[in-house]
């Protein structure tokens, strides 16, 4: 067990335990499309954080106050063999947490033109949903967790919609996205600012700000985690930072 002084120590000095610089992600290796049910699948891989998210489509009524549009979910599962802080049972309140701000990202970024998903207005439309299942935590869930989400909707096609019967063996459309929308959460110790933090790093951190950005760097949700405080100086290079390491993350998709 690594002692978490030694952590701080590192930390403080602007060194991490595996080498990488303070504003370096590990590596990351994306899979896509190696499932053949969910109309749309990923696999993210940051170092040894492991996160598989799921598209399915279905069709359904839409909300009485949008009966034009379709309708996303997006629900987060922390399985116990992912880590044996995670139990069984109905989502706790991380998984709430996670599955909120990568459903922010995607909804307030407009990715995905909900007006195009109703199929009949008032009565039916297409509605998403985006299941994302933790693997392996090993720290900063929410990027990949979002990373993985935005590349299965990027590689989603709708089945086949005909005789208001749904075809789940023949994909037809594609579904379109406006734009990408990347989480970098910026997680902040002391006076430095670290990006893709191990879980032991997670750990000795002060708190967190998720940015949110498209793809010309326009912020579309902001998520604060823990209890630290945060200057407008800090917001400001937070956001700095957000909008470099998203344009990374997004020539990956």
Not at 61 to 75: A, H, I, R, W
Not at 114 to 141: A, P, R, S, T
Not at 151 to 166: F, V
Request: overall charge negative; some cysteine; charged content about 30%.
């Amino acid at each position: 067990m690594i002692d978490k002084g030694y952590i701080i120590s590192l930390l403080s000095k602007g060194e991490r335990l595996d080498g990488r610089r303070l504003d370096e992600y590990r590596e990351i290796k994306i899979e896509t499309n190696k499932m053949v049910n969910p109309e749309g699948w990923a696999s993210v891989k940051m170092g040894n954080t492991h996160v598989m998210a799921g598209v399915k489509m279905d069709v359904g009524q839409p909300f009485p106050d949008k009966p034009n549009e379709g309708v996303l979910m997006t629900s987060a599962e922390f399985s116990p063999i992912a880590s044996p802080d995670f139990e069984t049972g109905p989502p706790d309140e991380d998984a709430i947490e996670l599955a909120r701000v990568v459903d922010r990202g995607i909804r307030e970024s407009k990715a995905i033109n909900m007006e195009k998903l109703c199929i009949k207005e008032g009565e039916l439309v297409w509605m998403v949903h985006v299941d994302i299942h933790i693997l392996n935590h090993d720290g900063n869930l929410i990027d990949a967790a979002a990373l993985a989400a935005i590349t299965a909707l990027n590689n989603t096609r709708l089945p086949e919609y005909k005789d208001e019967k749904i075809n789940y063996e023949k994909k037809t459309t594609k579904l379109k996205l406006e734009c990408k929308p990347i989480a970098v959460t910026v997680f902040k110790f002391k006076d430095n600012f670290i990006i893709d933090p191990t879980a032991i790093e997670e750990d000795v951190v002060d708190g967190a700000l998720v940015v949110t950005t498209k793809d010309d760097g326009n912020l579309c949700a902001l998520q604060k985690l823990g209890s630290a405080g945060f200057t407008k100086d800090e917001i400001e290079k937070i956001w700095e930072i957000g909008i470099k390491k998203a344009k990374e993350l997004r020539k990956l998709i």
